[in-house]
């Protein structure tokens, strides 16, 4: 028994901020940075930034929906819902729990992973395992982040590389592959290098509520994880860089995803990209890549795809699957 994905949807909110609006916009509280500093460190032109108040299961809602549309389904054949998020609606219950609610359907089990960026490599390999399992037959895998509600920007090393948004599979039960092999990882030695470290305690926030980042450090363990992990990914499946029609990467920076795909001897027209337009979503980004893919006709019904993620925690992972 595999599990093989059926159906992808993602989706972003409306507010779209390029580099040049954003600068203006950090230029009012005296911090200076610039459109070509950005492109040129990151990749990133633009991001979309949810409205206040909307929240991680507004925008997986609509991806889910699509995500539902484009394999058929309903939200009633779902018997599985996970969650990939860092900004969770609530402190509880889950997202999922609350994406459930908004599906309008009750009775399957839904849960949260909490990965970072990561986290749609992590909920695809839950679903993967559970469907292998026998323990689930139609499973919603979701990432969303409104991550513009963490950022601190008055720090120019952060707040220009995230965005917000949503994007989902469906994930279901079949004799034919599939997702072929997962890999996933964590270092909870490098925590303090990614973290959003304060808590909720005696009714408030203790400690600082917004995303801070060794970017450098980051960086250098990014490039190495993500050359094992994907190294392991094919050797599982028995498989080679050569095998790969699509890499599908976390979008955190173009050049992370160039080196990565260097080290697999892709050209990086075997690549999907689209940092450019989404900025950083966290756990969305694989998501999105993988729908923009897919809707825009570049992922055809067959082909090989590799994904891989890496993220604070540190965590890190791959899954190779036949689309
Ligand atoms: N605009 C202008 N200048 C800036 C900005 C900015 N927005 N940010 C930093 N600078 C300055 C710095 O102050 C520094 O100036 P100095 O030389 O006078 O001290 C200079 O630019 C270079 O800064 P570095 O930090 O060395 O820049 P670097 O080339 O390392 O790029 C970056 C920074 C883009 C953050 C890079 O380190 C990176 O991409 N790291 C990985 C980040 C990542 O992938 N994070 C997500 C992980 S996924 C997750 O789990 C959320």
Redesign the pocket.
């Known amino acids: 028994m595999y599990s093989r994905i059926t159906g992808t949807g993602s989706y972003l909110p409306p507010r779209r901020i390029t580099n040049h609006e954003l600068a203006a916009q950090l230029a009012q509280s005296g911090i ?3 459109h070509e ?2 492109v040129e ?2 990749g990133i032109e633009a991001r979309h930034f949810a409205d206040a108040g909307v929240t991680s299961s507004d925008l997986g809602l609509e991806a889910a929906r699509r995500a539902l549309d484009a394999a058929g389904l309903r939200p009633q054949d779902v018997d599985l819902i996970i969650v990939a998020t860092s900004t969770p609606d609530m402190v509880f219950p889950s997202t999922a729990a609350i994406l459930q609610q908004k599906l309008g359907v009750a009775g399957c089990p839904v849960f949260d992973v909490q990965a ?2 990561t986290g749609f490599i992590y909920a695809l390999s839950v679903a993967d395992a559970m469907i292998r399992a026998g323990n689930a037959r139609c499973a919603l895998v979701v990432g969303a982040e409104v991550f513009s509600h963490i950022l601190d920007f008055k720090d ?2 952060t707040c ?2 995230f965005g917000d948004g949503a994007g989902a599979a469906v994930l279901q039960a079949s004799e034919e592959p599939g997702i072929l092999a997962t890999d996933i990882h964590a270092d909870g030695r490098h925590v303090g290098i ?1 973290c959003v470290p304060g808590h909720v305690s005696g009714g408030e926030v203790l400690g600082d509520p917004l995303l801070r ?1 060794d ?2 450090a ?2 250098k363990l ?1 490039v190495s994880v993500l050359e094992e992990t994907t190294q392991t990914v094919l050797a599982k499946a028995g498989k080679t860089g050569a095998d790969v029609d699509w890499l599908v990467p ?1 979008q ?2 173009i050049r ?1 995803m160039i080196s990565a795909a260097r080290k697999l001897k892709l050209p990086m027209e075997k690549v999907i990209v689209t940092v450019a337009e989404h900025g ?1 979503t ?1 756990a969305a980004s694989i998501g999105l890549a993988l729908d923009h893919g897919v809707r825009s006709g570049q992922i055809k019904k067959g082909q090989t795809l590799l994904l891989e993620g ?3 925690g540190f965590t890190w992972g791959s899954v190779l699957l036949k689309y």
């Open positions: 200076e940075t610039s500093w950005i460190r990151t970072v960026c120019r090393t220009v590389l990614l980042m970017g450098q980051v960086f990014a976390h955190a920076n992370i950083n966290s890496v993220g604070g």
